[in-house]
């Protein structure tokens, strides 16, 4: 069966420090991963998504970077946090274009001070 | 670009209730609709995906319609428990080549079921 992991699960870090967060899948090939970000208050926005190995799309300007080093991991990173960057990050898979269901990793919390 | 209203935003109701929660989306060019349950500080559960070509899905107690010609879906929860508390997200994929499986979420509605 499938599974999907992230870590950390609750991070707290000053601002200008650098981010890094992982998630991986288990027991399929070759999925499509996507980084979704939740702030307070607002709803989920699509961060990163990726298609393949080093294939990455970004949907909105911001201060974090996405990477996909193998098939099943997937890395949201920043080289300086802002406070703005503090939410609960969410990674999710999929197979196909868009017939399928998307499954979603149990989440980072990362708050900035 | 595609938007997605869920209505109400909040909805509190004592147990055993049947209640509907709507869902609403600009664009009806879509892959499929589906709708998500999130608990507090935790991701996402997957409750039913509704294909473009279908009309509804069901899955227990809950029952969830597709109206895509009018960008309208509706989660109904039959015999409501405390148990059912949580936050109901709908999100779409959009048809076309370039959607990749990318969501576009509502805010969503946060059930309270009291005893």
């Known amino acids: 069966s499938q599974t999907i992991h992230q870590w950390p699960a609750t991070l707290v870090q000053p601002v200008g420090s650098p981010l890094s967060l992982e998630c991986t899948v288990e027991?399929?090939?070759?999925?499509?991963l996507y980084w979704y970000r939740q702030a307070a208050g607002r709803g989920l926005q699509l961060l990163f998504y990726?298609?393949?190995?080093?294939?990455i799309s970004s949907e909105v300007p911001q201060n974090l970077s996405a990477s996909r080093p193998q098939d099943r991991q997937f890395i949201l990173s920043s080289k300086k946090l802002l406070l703005s960057d503090s939410g609960f990050y969410l990674c999710?898979?999929?197979?196909?274009?868009?017939?399928?269901?998307?499954?979603f990793g149990a989440g980072s919390r990362l708050t900035v001070l | 670009k595609q938007e997605v209203t869920q209505i109400p935003a909040a909805l509190s109701v004592p147990e055993g209730e049947n209640l509907v929660l709507n869902c609403s989306f600009t664009?009806?060019?879509?892959?499929?609709l589906q709708w998500f349950r999130q608990d507090p500080g935790k991701g996402l559960t997957s409750l039913l995906l509704?294909?473009?070509?279908?009309r509804e899905q069901t899955s227990g107690r809950l029952n969830a319609s597709l109206d895509k010609s009018s960008g309208r879906s509706t989660l109904y929860i039959a015999a409501s428990q405390p148990g059912d508390s949580a936050t109901y997200l709908c999100?779409?994929?959009?048809?076309?080549?370039?959607?990749?499986?990318?969501?576009?979420f509502g805010q969503g509605t946060i059930l309270t079921v009291h005893p």
């Open positions: 999710a898979w999929g197979i196909g274009v868009g017939a399928n269901v998307l499954t």
């Open positions: 027991g399929t090939s070759n999925p499509n």
């Open positions: 990726s298609v393949g190995i080093g294939q």
């Open positions: 664009d009806s060019a879509i892959y499929n």
């Open positions: 509704i294909q473009s070509s279908q």
């Open positions: 999100a779409v994929i959009d048809a076309g080549g370039t959607s990749y499986g990318k969501l576009t």
